[in-house]
């Protein structure tokens, strides 16, 4: 019966993880919540963890805990019709498209932005400021950034572009995870804080030019840390 329970409970954890339900960088029920929920014992369940972690599904920390990575396939994947994002070079090419139409949707919103999208813009970095140590919350307000910038544009085309890839555009590489609550993730949320800062000033100051380098930036900038998080060149 174990391989049976164990493949349900994977089935089931999967399901969550890949729905949203558990979102990139939000860490999974403890051991005894399993337990109790599932009727299932210790080892089934530290026998599904491990085989969400074959699928790159989940990431554990010692004396932290198990998190959700961003899912490398189907569901709230990010993808473009009938393409799905998986490996480090498909998520490089995701950034590239990004770049393109991210630069033109912020030069756009530089002049058609209204004052109640500005002050979401406002208010999302100030939340995205206070997620440090918080990696799912980060996500979710670094998500909620830039589409809500696409958004500004005043282009449906171009806000559903964005909106469609999900939250799950934002990649969780598990190396993030691992450096939660470090000195060198603080820079790295630092940095990007710093950078949709730069957004944010030129769609106030309405500087379309300035606004399209800035996300430019700022999206050649994650690109290189995703590739270094990743083990990328």
Do not use: C, W
């Not at 790159?56 to 899912?71: D, E, K, Q, Y």
Request: hydrophobic content about 40%.
């Amino acid at each position: 019966m174990k391989p049976n329970l164990t493949a349900a409970l994977v089935d089931e954890l999967r399901r969550r993880i890949v729905d949203g339900e558990i979102a990139p960088g939000e860490k999974l029920p403890s051991e005894n919540t399993l337990i109790a929920e599932h009727g299932v014992s210790r080892t089934v369940v530290r026998e599904a963890i491990t085989r969400l972690q074959a699928e790159g599904l989940v990431h554990t920390r010692r004396g932290s805990g198990s998190f959700a990575l961003t899912p490398p396939s189907a569901g709230n994947a990010p993808q473009h019709p009938g393409r799905q994002v998986r490996t480090l070079q498909e998520r490089q090419q995701l950034m590239e498209y990004r770049i393109g139409i991210e630069s033109e949707a912020a030069a756009l919103a530089a002049s058609r932005s209204t004052t109640t999208q500005r002050a979401a813009l406002r208010s999302t970095l100030e939340a995205f400021s206070r997620a440090e140590g918080n990696p799912a919350e980060a996500l979710s307000k670094d998500f909620d950034f830039h589409r809500t910038v696409a958004e500004a544009s005043g282009n449906p085309y171009l806000a559903d572009a964005v909106g469609g890839l999900g939250p799950a555009m934002i990649a969780m590489p598990r190396h993030r995870l691992d450096r939660s609550g470090t000195e060198a993730e603080a820079t790295r949320l630092a940095q990007v804080s710093a950078e949709h800062e730069a957004v944010l000033a030129a769609l106030e100051a309405g500087d379309a030019q300035a606004a399209a380098a800035a996300m430019r930036t700022h999206l050649a900038n994650s690109k290189r840390r995703l590739e270094q998080e990743s083990g990328g060149r």
